[in-house]
């Protein structure tokens, strides 16, 4: 089970009315690498990988989801206020017509989120392999859009989001060293 | 921290032919980011005091890596 914190795990501050940024970070949103794609993958594999890595999974995993929370907020700020008008010009027509101003599960060019964005092969050096990549697209996207940006409080925030995907990669190449090393099995020569 | 002096940036040169149409942007940057070459994190790792661990991301100095678009002006 969980418990829930009603803060954010980082303070979200949005300083320029900029809707397109919202279009940007949906990718991060329900993007094939963005954050509900993590959370779903790692929390779905703990399942079917060796003991010593559930509850890294399980960390992880739930972090994810407080990074989905993270940017749902941006995105909300950067078009709560915006006119259809202002939509539109942001390239959020489409998104409009469909949802006013709600969130939903789309990347950057508004294609829908699918579980086919992530996998469970259940072979464990494969899954974890699969984590480790993820982690470093997110790592590029959160680059790519700050590169886009040009709001210095958002990027603020997603520096952090970034930094955060560098040690969960870390934490996953640890995870194959784990249940890689064979130290602890007994050997019969 | 300029750009140059990054240990976790690398370049490359793309190939640059006689008609490509837009003026070359020169050399490409990449990012190694500390995970890639750290391996197991070892004993006693540098750690940044409490409240700059929250503000950065990560309580391990050597983890931490700072980005800047390298477009930016
Ligand atoms: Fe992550």
Known sequence: MWSYEKKLMYPVKVSTCNPTLAKYLMEQYGGADGELAAALRYLNQR?????????????????????????ATMIYKLTKDATPDQLREAGLAEHYVSHDSALFYNNA?????????????GDPIADLYEDIAAEEKARATYQWIID???DPDLND???????REIIHAQRFK????LISDDRDQKKVF | MSQQQN?????????????????????KVFV??????????????????????????????????????PYRK
Not at chain 2, 7 to 27: A, I, M, T, V
Request: charged share 20%; aromatic share 16%.
């Open chain 1, 157 to 163: 925030g997603l520096r952090f989001l970034r930094e």
């Open chain 1, 47 to 71: 399942y079917t990988i060796p003991d010593k890595v559930i509850g890294l999974l399980t960390d992880i995993g739930t972090e994810e989801f407080a990074h989905l929370e993270m940017i």
């Open chain 2, 32 to 69: 190694v980011p500390p995970n890639v070459l750290t391996g197991f994190q070892p004993p006693d790792y540098p750690q940044f005091p409490p409240l700059e661990a929250l503000q950065k991301g990560t309580l391990w100095e050597p983890f931490f890596d700072y980005y800047e678009s």
């Open chain 2, 7 to 27: 240990p976790f940036r690398r370049y490359y040169l793309p190939f640059r032919g006689r008609f490509d149409p837009c003026p070359p942007l020169g050399p």
């Open chain 1, 148 to 150: 886009q940006s040009d």
């Open chain 1, 109 to 121: 060019a508004g294609v829908p989120f699918t579980a086919s964005y992530i996998q469970a092969k």
């Open chain 1, 174 to 177: 640890e995870a194959v060293m």
